[in-house]
């Protein structure tokens, strides 16, 4: 079932006098399971709800509605369908103790999967489970593979469904969907033999594969060793070879790259990340393939764009370690475009998580903050500061909350940015 959480003005739903609080339980006679049942049964022009109202009556309605037309119902979100497995590379396993709360959730479910790109290992999905995906059409999805071998992807995940994961992606195949997969990359774990082994036995599932993305293993200071180790420069470059490998095969046999190496895997690797075509139509850019490249052309192609702030004014940009160099390189052309105001790039150093934790996303509050107050600050000054470090309750992951971090670093101005060139242009 789901509970109404919003009733829209104006709505069916408003009409019926439907309220907050009231419960969704069947709809055409079929069990409302969560929010996917309730958007996949609401498809019908003629319906009947079986509601539970607040004070436990089940009451019944009867309607008919033009098609398409919207019931104006918005379901409180559905809870969480929780990992099944003890991955020896889980990254919560790395959280400090004092992190955000909503990072100890240890999420596997397959409606994020379709909504939002979320990347699951199956595990948790008996048959009725891959039937309802297959019904429902629940498509795409992105499964994280790791590895086909079922005593190596057992290992790794420490479950033993885990080795089913070729029938699985099978069946989904078989019943219409298609599947991007992704390996976590574990060296002595899942790398060299067992890395062809998995790219060969993917690319033989056939084009529902849509695609494979290899990412390197990442560990923070709570979980180095224990009992994954990080991938070495040469592991890394060899990983990067064997997925062009893939790729050249794809390109040859279906006109497009279909296996990718993650930013990160050429990061680790000290290679030149790949140009635009490289990543064909940039899908899986959200989930780290191709997004240091977009980042690059990005604000490369905005200079032209950018206001004349002069030399009165100073840009200090905080960004993680991996990112740094990139925009390093750039400092000197953004300070021009900009008008001759002085551009200085901060990298800023994990301590929350530890040093091999080098990406934006995942620095904490108060490294970012011990990074700006070092140097004076006027109040011409701007402090650039990643805006994916912060929740929609603008916390850090921490918990500092922004403000703080604000009045800590008056009287410059503190600025989150999605987009660079978008931050400055808005001064």
Request: include cysteine.
């Amino acid at each position: 079932m789901i509970t109404i959480a919003e009733v829209e003005p104006g709505s069916i739903a408003e009409e019926l006098e439907l309220r907050i609080g009231t419960r969704v339980v069947r709809i055409n006679g079929e069990k409302v399971r969560d929010g996917i049942d309730f958007t996949f049964l609401l498809a019908d022009a003629e319906l009947e709800l079986e509601t539970v109202d607040l004070e436990g009556n089940r009451v019944v309605y009867e309607l008919e509605r033009d098609p398409g037309e919207p019931m104006g119902i918005v379901p409180a979100p559905d809870t969480v369908r929780e990992c099944a497995n003890a991955c020896v590379f889980c990254f919560i396993d790395g959280n400090p103790k004092d992190v955000r709360g909503s990072l100890w959730i240890r999420d596997d479910d397959f409606r994020l999967s379709f909504t939002y790109g979320s990347y699951v290992t199956l595990t948790n999905l008996g048959p009725r489970g891959l039937s309802r995906l297959v019904e429902q059409r629940l498509s795409p999805l992105y499964v994280s593979v790791h590895a086909t071998e079922p005593d190596v992807r057992i290992r790794l995940l420490k479950n033993e469904r885990a080795g089913l994961i070729l029938e699985q992606l099978q069946e989904l195949l078989d019943g219409g969907l298609e599947v991007h997969t992704q390996i976590v990359l574990c060296p002595e774990w899942n790398d060299g033999d067992h890395l062809d082994r998995t790219l060969d036995d993917l690319w033989a599932l056939g084009e529902g594969i849509r695609s494979l993305s290899v990412v390197p293993v990442g560990l923070t200071k709570y979980n180095l060793n224990r009992p994954v180790r990080p991938l070495r420069v040469e592991e890394a470059a060899q990983a990067v070879a064997q997925v062009d490998r893939a790729r050249m095969r794809a390109l040859a046999e279906r006109g497009y790259g279909w296996a990718y190496a993650a930013d990160e895997m050429y990061l680790h690797a000290r290679l030149p990340v790949p140009d635009t075509d490289y990543y064909d139509d940039g899908s899986l850019m959200e989930n780290g393939v191709g997004s240091v490249r977009r980042f690059i052309d990005d604000l490369d192609a905005a200079l032209p764009s950018l206001p004349m702030l002069g030399p009165d004014r100073r840009i200090r940009i905080l960004t993680g370690r991996s990112m740094a160099p990139f925009l390093e390189e750039r400092a000197g052309a953004l300070s021009k475009a900009l008008g001759g105001t002085p551009v200085e790039v901060t990298a800023v150093t994990n301590r929350f998580y530890g040093e091999t934790v080098t990406v934006a996303g995942l620095l904490a509050g108060q490294d970012l903050l011990d990074a700006a107050l070092q140097g004076d600050r006027g109040p011409g000054d701007v402090i650039l500061l990643p805006a994916e470090t912060l929740n929609q309750d603008d916390l850090f992951i921490d918990s500092l909350p922004l403000r703080e971090f604000e009045e800590a670093l008056a009287p410059a101005r503190v600025l989150p940015a999605w987009e660079i060139p978008d931050a400055l242009r808005s001064l």
